[in-house]
């Protein structure tokens, strides 16, 4: 199965931007829809993003949906997470994982070790 290295995250002022990237091995990373996930301190892992195998159809919940933007590159085995107008309660571990859809929600597995981002002042 897919093995993942998320990157990207760090220490940004409120309003601002970050980019993450998770680096994919493995041979079946062309043929999952892949999502992104986040753990804030005291809650549970939640749902942020997801993109089809393709790159056809993308999906947000509605916390970040017109402030984020996923995107794969399968060539480079990459998916990208692009956060705009970050907000302090988006602070948090940063997943990636390969995902799939059932009931209206979006679930993940093989996860890699994440990637912190605080967005404080």
């Known amino acids: 199965q897919v093995q993942l290295v998320e990157s990207g995250g760090g220490l940004v002022q409120p309003g601002g931007s970050l980019r993450l990237s998770c680096a994919a091995s493995?041979?079946?990373?062309?043929?999952?829809?892949m999502g992104w996930f986040r753990q804030a301190p005291g809650k549970e892992r939640e749902f942020v993003a997801a993109v089809t195998w393709n790159g056809g159809n993308t999906y947000y919940a509605a916390s970040v949906k017109g402030r984020f933007t996923i995107a794969r590159d399968n060539a480079k085995k990459t998916v990208y997470l692009q956060m705009n107008s970050l907000k302090p309660e988006d602070t948090a571990v940063y997943y990636c994982?390969?995902?799939?859809?059932?009931?209206?929600?979006?679930?993940?597995?093989?996860w890699g070790q994440g990637t912190q981002v605080t967005v404080s002042s």
């Open positions: 493995g041979r079946t990373f062309s043929r999952s829809d």
């Open positions: 994982a390969p995902s799939f859809r059932g009931g209206g929600s979006w679930f993940g597995n093989s």
